[in-house]
């Protein structure tokens, strides 16, 4: 059963950093692209970033460019999204998702959930003012 468990998600002040966790079971992840969406309150689900597990290949939103960096263990089967400088529009719950389309972090198409197979059930993200 595939299977991908968020955590790390809290509560920082504005300009803190966090680093979340995408864990996953079921596949190898160096055969899927995994990315990071959000969903505020009242709000569409945002594409945030992508690594591609071909290559390490990442794409990010403009909003999160220079802040927030995607790395990935595949010995532990998990990718990572360092994030710093955190803003108060930042805070949401941060889901992965995985699909097994590689080429999906060359371009924006990555930022589409649409696109994604497999879902995480979320972990939330705070950054106060």
């Known amino acids: 059963e595939v299977q991908l468990v968020e955590s790390g998600g809290g509560l920082v002040q504005a300009g803190g950093s966090l680093r979340l966790s995408c864990a996953a079971t079921?596949?190898?992840?160096?055969?899927?692209?995994i990315g990071w969406f959000r969903q505020a309150p009242g709000k569409k689900r945002e594409g945030v970033s992508c690594?591609?597990?071909?290559?390490?290949?990442?794409y990010y939103v403009d909003s999160v460019k220079g802040r927030f960096t995607l790395s990935s263990d595949n010995a532990k089967n998990t990718v990572y999204l360092h994030m710093d400088s955190l803003k108060p529009e930042d805070t949401a719950v941060y889901y992965c998702?995985?699909?097994?389309?590689?080429?999906?972090?060359?371009?924006?198409?990555?930022?589409?959930?649409?696109?994604?197979?497999?879902w995480g059930q979320g972990t939330q993200v705070t950054a106060s003012s």
């Open positions: 998702a995985a699909d097994s389309d590689l080429t999906l972090a060359y371009w924006r198409g990555c930022l589409d959930s649409t696109r994604y197979d497999y």
């Open positions: 079921g596949f190898t992840m160096d055969h899927y692209t």
């Open positions: 690594i591609s597990g071909a290559d390490g290949s990442t």
